[in-house]
């Protein structure tokens, strides 16, 4: 059952203890609801979950630890507490400010992020907790069904696609790398530090797991609807160079990151009570899938994918 933000506040020692105390509601989320909680003079952000989140696939354990993870190693907000069961999150409010996507696609910022990327698939310890797109995509097609949900005239289509991609893949394994996974551009702040460079944040973990590092690659970069040049400066900055191989499979992991937000959106049309438009934005992605995996291109990408 959901606590109320007064309820979860009892279940956090430093703040049920605090003298002073103010809440305050902070806009963003669409799952999830997430509050500034001003205490003693220290600032925290806590984060309430939202109903069902689970037929999403989202484990509350593995999104701690990754974003324990990320908080050591400076990328994301500290984590403080976590509550249990119920798996809400407490961490050190960031003070700072988003990226616009006309920023967020400039050489500077797509390097910081490379950086940011790098240093968390190399540096994070392992979790339990997978994080496989394709078998993601299959566990919310499954749900979906269930839920009554609306799929795309071409569905199997989509799917013979995905498989074609997977089955190029799988010539050459991807080692399983702490990933985040859902780099939408609201998940990235610039923190303010007075009299200092303000660090780049990575938040929201809920996606987390042990995954493919091109999928960051390339979710990152269909979210933020880069060109190849713009594809080829984060590669160089991540690899120290940008390869055939490297390139096609960036390329591939945009599309099926694309598949699995469309399928999120159809999720949602048939479990969420939320007044959101879960179906435009299913078919939204559908739309620029067709348009990215019928690219001239997709024929040699199976190929460079697979070479040795």
């Known amino acids: 059952m959901t606590l109320t933000l007064e309820e979860a506040i009892q279940r956090v020692p430093f703040l049920r203890d605090a003298k002073e105390i103010k809440t305050t509601v902070l806009k963003g989320g669409i799952t999830n609801n997430n509050y500034r909680i001003d205490a003693d003079g220290k600032s925290y952000m806590l984060r309430i979950t939202g109903e069902n989140t689970d037929l999403l696939g989202i484990r509350r354990d593995v999104e701690y630890a990754s974003n324990k993870a990320a908080g050591l190693l400076g990328i994301a907000p500290e984590v403080l507490y976590f509550i249990e069961p119920e798996g809400y999150l407490v961490t050190r409010f960031i003070k700072g400010k988003t990226i616009p996507p006309e920023e967020m696609n400039k050489e500077y910022n797509i390097r910081r992020v490379a950086r940011k990327l790098r240093l968390y698939h190399r540096n994070a310890p392992p979790v339990d907790g997978e994080f496989n797109v394709f078998r993601r995509v299959e566990w919310l097609t499954k749900v979906s069904k ?66 493919d590092i091109f999928f960051d690659l390339g979710n990152f970069c269909h979210h933020h609807r880069f060109n190849d040049d713009q594809v080829r400066i984060l590669l160089q900055e991540y690899f120290g160079e940008v390869t055939p191989k490297n390139f096609a499979r960036t390329k591939l992991m945009w599309c099926m990151s694309e598949i699995h937000e469309a399928m999120w959106g159809t999720t949602q049309t048939g479990i969420s009570k939320l007044d959101e438009d879960f179906q435009g934005y299913a078919d939204l992605w559908f739309g620029r899938f067709r348009e990215d995996i019928t690219d001239y291109r997709y024929e040699q990408w199976l190929k460079d994918v697979a070479a040795k």
């Open 146 to 211: 269930e839920h009554g949900s609306k799929f795309p005239f071409d569905f199997d289509w989509i799917m013979q696609k995905m498989r074609e991609v997977e089955e190029a893949l799988l010539k050459d394994p991807y080692i399983p790398t702490p990933c985040h996974d859902d780099l939408l551009n609201l998940n990235f702040l610039d923190e303010d530090v007075p009299g200092e460079k303000g660090e780049l944040k990575i938040l929201d973990w809920e996606y987390a797991g042990m995954g």
